[in-house]
């Protein structure tokens, strides 16, 4: 089937760093990959979609220049927690679309747990 | 944009019981998925499902489109199905964003 990694699989870090995820597909071509957010008992929040060669469309209310997306290749999306503060302690996770049996379905990664100090 | 909610929130089973999960939306959906998220965070696909009936060893799922809802089966439960299981029902083209429901939280005890 297919698989999605992310690397970290958590990180610790202080106050104003940033901190960068990284998300791939081992074996299919992602078009589109999604970045998630979760806070413990609580469902999936969408935070953006970004599409191979062109920039992340941000749900409302997720700021842009906070969390930088890139998407450089159909395998790799990365996002990037600028300056990173307490309240952005969470667990992210990211998916990727890809064709599986003649239809379009979306795979997750394993998720990525920050802390920061 | 379109409502999602998952019945019961909660649901305490003992292994071998069996348990139905339901999923309501509020508009039409182009395609629906429901997904397994276990103890350490990974979610896990189960069905790609926009209608009809699919089966999966002792997990079944069933879309009725035209009446707004999909259900989730779970016959003699073991306690590796506890976890979170959450249905996204997407209402764009192949690649557009999955909604997800609140999820609804199983815990099978041995």
């Known amino acids: 089937g297919a698989v999605v990694s992310q690397h970290p699989s958590w990180v610790i870090c202080k106050s104003g760093t940033s901190v960068k995820i990284e998300c791939r597909s081992l074996d299919f071509q992602a078009t589109t990959m999604f970045w998630y957010r979760q806070f413990p008992k609580q469902s999936l929040m969408l935070m953006a979609t970004s599409n191979e060669g062109s920039k992340a469309t941000y749900e409302q209310g997720v700021e842009k220049d906070k969390f930088l997306i890139n998407h450089a290749s159909l395998t790799l999306s990365t996002l990037t927690v600028t300056s990173a503060h307490p309240e952005d302690s969470s667990f992210y996770i990211c998916s990727a679309g890809g064709l599986a049996g003649g239809r379009y379905e979306q795979y997750f990664g394993p998720g990525t747990r920050l802390t920061v100090t | 944009g379109i409502q999602v909610e998952q019945s019961p929130p909660d649901l305490i089973l003992q292994e071998g019981a069996n348990s139905t999960l339901r999923c309501n939306f509020s508009?039409?959906?182009?395609?629906l998925q429901w997904f397994h998220q276990n103890p350490w965070g990974q979610l896990i696909n189960l069905f790609y499902?926009?209608?009809g009936t699919k089966q999966n060893g002792r997990l079944s799922a069933t879309t009725v489109a035209t009446e707004r809802y999909s259900l989730l089966y779970i016959s003699s439960s073991q306690t590796t199905d506890s976890g979170v299981y959450f249905c996204?029902?997407?209402?764009?083209?192949?690649?557009?964003?999955?909604?997800f429901g609140k999820g609804i939280t199983l815990s099978v005890r041995p």
């Open positions: 499902i926009p209608s």
């Open positions: 996204a029902p997407c209402q764009g083209r192949a690649n557009s964003k999955l909604t």
């Open positions: 508009d039409s959906v182009n395609n």
